[in-house]
Nanobody, 124 residues
Framework: QVQLVESGGGLVQAGGSLRLSCAAS????????MGWFRQAPGKEREFVAA????????YYADSMKGRFTVSRDNAKNTVYLQMNSLKPEDTAVYFC?????????????????WGQGTQVTVSS
């Protein structure tokens, strides 16, 4: 059974940084794409970034480029989201997700497995 467990969220001041972690277990993820999404209150779930577990290819939402970096540690079966220069509008619950197959990496409906989410709050 696939499990994705996020951690690392919290309260940070604007301009600060956080690193989120997503620990994956339950199968071999070498063929998987691992994505990060976020959802703010009253808003739809939004794509943040994704990485292919095997090749390390990354893809970002335009608004996240330059501030957020996605990476993975194969030995630890963990995916990370480094978030810098945080803004109050980055406040949301951040989710880790996993998928196989083809199609756009930014479409949440194509992801098969989801974590429970971790809250990130950026104060002004």
């Amino acid at each position: 059974q696939v499990q994705l467990v996020e951690s690392g969220g919290g309260l940070v001041q604007a301009g600060g940084s956080l690193r989120l972690s997503c620990a994956a277990s339950g199968r071999t993820f070498s063929s998987y794409v691992m994505g990060w999404f976020r959802q703010a209150p009253g808003k739809e779930r939004e794509f943040v970034a994704a990485i292919h577990w095997s090749g390390g290819t990354t893809y970002y939402a335009d608004s996240m480029k330059g501030r957020f970096t996605v990476s993975r540690d194969n030995a630890k079966n963990t995916v990370y989201l480094q978030m810098n220069s945080l803004k109050p509008e980055d406040t949301a619950v951040y989710f880790c997700a996993a998928r196989t197959g083809f199609g756009s990496w930014s479409l949440s409906r194509l992801y098969n497995y989801w974590g429970q989410g971790t809250q990130v709050t950026v104060s002004s």
